[in-house]
């Protein structure tokens, strides 16, 4: 036994089998380097990990304890787990773990703590400015979104970036959004006095997910994408393009932005990374108008960055170094592939039903017949996005995204139990 | 040669001292490990480390290179370590390395990677739950702070929390400032159509920071406390305590809150730990009242999460294992005692002005003669906070926590020669 993570895992191992209790002592830093031939150092650090996950704690001069928490702890895990098993989760959002290389993620927030010097300041409040000019690169590459980094602005997710937005764009009156399914877009402007319109192309100010236009993933066409460029154009209203989920059109090449195809003159591009990384990462970004971003810098003092600087730091190396885009291609034929599993197994299990892939290609949609109630779904732990249910038939958009490659069997199971009853 | 890190610095130092220079080839993995006696796997780990960093990349198939983007690294870090010595900035909110054990940190960030199954959903729009449970007891015994986990917003900072509450008080009309210096809240509030007054009792929303009332760090005493509660109480007004810069309070024991003090019932408790540890860390925290918590909790579809997941899990077990009591011990004695050597400086070097300790210890009031031009400061790249210039006198509110503590010497014979020019 050499390492100290060897020592972690096999005091860890213990503690979680039983065989070592809640209060009960470990032996002394000098008697476990003994004991297992190392440095004391190397226990040092083995007890330190050991006590910040939570199954040890010290005492100051008498030594360490196996934790209370950690009985607690593993209550918790294991009742998250159970509960985890118990839900089949239908409604896209959450990642799954093969889908993601933490490790390699893991590196480059180790190699933004070296950067400490740059840890100790709130840094721009705009975002940093290496990781914008990461994004402008990345984004001209990708969507052909031609734009400075002056021009870009990173936060906490796209609701704290839409709140700069509201709070510069007051002259405005009304906003459009394609469905009632972005609650939290919709609330804020809400709350910042806007009119919240739905499918509005007279709206000042239109708010648009090209990628995921519907709840079914459709995908806007070019044809109307042009159209919708003009008429804002004529009307002088404001388009605010939230580019989610465009990595993931498997069956086709990704249709132009509306930024590139308007030449950005009145669009404001917006990305995020919760889904080609995983949602516990949360930067987002927005590319403004030239005027836009004027009315923002002369104002910069009403204004806070919410990002995380760490996380901003270690996505800038990520991004520079092309992992981004490996992993892009790594999630969608991940997400492509438990689709068709997805399809598949509907398929087979429920033969009767329509099903078939969305445009956007990670999620199924299902038509069946259907005379029960809508509650039957969460009694039966199946959580799922119900487009409509009337005249004995109920439609279904369905991702796997959450639900582990093996698993996808069960939960169609469980879907037709409901189905059915 | 041993360890992957030894690597790592062995070729960095060659990168940044030109030994090795853009785009010069890296020895092969397998030469490298030849070379240096150690595995494959571990010149993979630095190179890795390097790769991350900016030092070098990776060119498929054909290896390892000095990178470009190296050489604009080492410019960007030079330029902005000569603007950082150029600039004496006496305003605070920024931290010194001295202050922080960041690889302590580092540690419970590691751990919450460990965690990984959480790493992949968004998590609780509330804040995780295991951190409001820390946070619950921390407040309780820190500041006699009694609310029950159910009770605590999590958010990336005090603007995002404000909008929180500035989305769920829609019925109330005016809020009231201190002063002019918290840019930020008001800009929100007016945002959120809150006509803002200063220094108004009778305001329907009183925003005060008790520990730090004034630019000048005068915290605010027990007897206004209680008139200002009665007062509350009366007119029902509702309280946003601001508990920014309790902990600093040096020379008394730290004054009760008002939320302790009233009982909670009209009070917001929020807190922050950018002073604590460092600005790089963004997670604040409010206490809501049983109404508005039902308010938020009844439209939580509304909001999402801002704070980092991450850094909320390495927060909770950083809270939980008692680091942050000893850490702001620590950062107390540190600025506190940077406080007096900069007193004794303006002394030493200024015996003609008045200089004081602010009440909360960690600032220094300074009242000299004064005949020039304001722009002075700026111009002479003196950073300061002045809080009035009139009749031939100008006051200024100095702080030097973000200034070494060998530096303070020279940052106040800038301030000199700004005084007497």
Redesign the interface.
């Known amino acids: 036994m050499k390492k100290y993570s060897e020592l972690y895992s096999y005091y860890k191992e213990l503690i979680k089998s039983g065989q070592l209790r809640s209060g009960e002592k470990l032996p002394s830093v000098r008697k476990a380097a003994d004991i297992h031939s190392v440095s004391k150092t190397t226990v040092q650090n083995a007890y330190?990990?050991l006590?910040?996950?939570?199954y040890i704690?010290?005492s100051p001069k008498s030594g360490y304890y196996v934790s209370e928490?950690n009985i607690n702890n593993a209550a918790?895990i294991k009742s998250s787990e159970s509960k985890r098993a118990a839900v089949y989760n239908f409604k896209s959002?959450?990642?799954?773990?093969e889908a993601?290389d933490?490790q390699l993620w893991?590196?480059?927030?180790?190699?933004a703590?070296?950067q400490?010097?740059?840890?100790?300041?709130?840094?721009e409040v705009q975002g940093e400015r290496?990781l914008r000019e990461a994004l402008s690169e990345y984004i001209r590459e990708k969507r052909n979104v031609i734009a400075s980094p002056e021009r870009i602005v990173i936060g906490?997710?796209?609701?704290?970036l839409l709140?700069i937005l509201?709070?510069i764009i007051k002259e405005r009156n009304t906003v459009s959004f394609p469905d009632k399914s972005f609650?939290?877009g919709a609330?804020?402007f809400n709350?910042?006095?806007y009119k919240v319109n739905y499918r509005n192309k007279d709206a000042d100010i239109i708010y648009v997910c090209p990628s995921h236009m519907t709840s079914y993933g459709d995908v806007m066409p070019i044809k109307r994408r042009l159209e919708l460029i003009k008429h804002s154009k004529k009307r002088d209203s404001l388009i605010i393009e939230d580019d989610f989920d465009s990595d993931f059109l498997y069956n086709k090449k990704p249709t132009p932005s509306l930024f590139a195809l308007s030449g950005g003159d009145n669009v404001i591009y917006m990305g995020s990374f919760?889904n080609v990384l995983?949602?516990?990462?949360?930067v987002s970004f927005m590319v403004l108008t030239e005027k836009l971003i004027k009315a923002f810098r002369n104002?910069i003092?009403?204004?806070?960055?919410?990002?995380?600087?760490?996380?901003q730091i270690a996505l800038c190396?990520y991004i520079?170094?092309g992992h981004i885009m490996a992993q892009t291609r790594r999630i969608r034929r991940h997400y492509t592939a438990k689709t068709r599993i997805l399809l598949n197994e509907i398929k087979k299990q429920l033969p009767e039903a329509k099903a078939e892939i969305s445009e956007n290609g990670i999620q199924v949609k299902l038509e069946a017949s259907f005379t029960g109630s809508t509650d039957t779904f969460s009694k039966n732990s199946v959580d799922v996005y119900i487009e409509s249910c009337e005249n004995g038939t109920i439609k279904l958009a369905l991702s796997p995204s959450?639900i582990k490659s093996e698993s996808i069997g069960e939960a169609v199971s469980a879907l037709k139990m409901c189905l059915v009853s």
């Open positions: 330190f990990d006590q910040a996950d939570g704690i010290s928490i918790q959002g959450e990642a799954d773990e993601f933490l893991q590196r480059y927030v180790k190699s703590f070296r400490h010097e740059r840890l100790l300041s709130y840094g290496d906490a997710g796209v609701q704290p709140a509201c709070s609650v939290q609330a804020l709350d910042y006095n919760s995983i949602p516990g990462i949360r104002n003092e009403k204004y806070a960055q919410t990002a995380s600087k760490t996380e190396g520079r170094d959450s």
